[in-house]
């Protein structure tokens, strides 16, 4: 059996403290930005509108709907244009939603992506 003295040693990767301290406070940075952006657009509100201007609907960042509102055009409206107009303000609403999410998401891959 050798003696311990002439064991190969194999080192991969040898760790700067100074460098894994950076590391970690960068990363506790940015999970900071992370929570404050996602505590933005889950308390922002998004709006959308029907194409014909009968019907503007909000949701908050959650998809909650928050109002739905008639414009003055929809005292014309018959009663069979009206459910549409709000079914397509309320999906242009959550579409404004989820393109927030959407812009979010890019935003942490960039942070992510520069964070080291």
Same mark, same amino acid.
């Given at each position: 059996m050798a003696d311990r003295d002439e064991l190969p040693i194999r080192v991969a990767h040898v760790v700067d403290p100074a460098d !894994?301290?950076?590391? @970690?406070? #960068?990363?506790?940075?940015? @999970?900071v930005q992370v929570?404050?952006?996602?505590? #933005? @657009?889950?308390?922002?509100?998004? +709006?959308?509108?029907? &194409?014909?201007? %009968?019907a503007t609907a909000t949701v908050d960042g959650q998809g909650r709907v928050v109002s739905v509102q008639l414009s003055r055009? $929809?005292?014309?409206? +018959?009663?069979?244009? %009206?459910? &549409? $107009? @709000? %079914? #397509?303000? %309320?999906?242009?609403?959550?579409?404004?939603?989820?393109?927030?999410? !959407?812009?979010? $998401?890019a935003r942490i891959q960039l942070t992510e992506d520069h964070s080291g």
């Open positions: !894994v301290a950076e590391r @970690v406070e #960068a990363y506790r940075g940015f @999970v929570t404050e952006a996602m505590e #933005a @657009v889950r308390i922002a509100e998004y +709006s959308g509108a029907d &194409p014909d201007g %009968l055009l $929809a005292t014309r409206a +018959s009663a069979g244009d %009206l459910g &549409p $107009a @709000v %079914l #397509a303000a %309320l999906d242009a609403a959550e579409r404004a939603r989820q393109e927030a999410l !959407v812009r979010l $998401a």
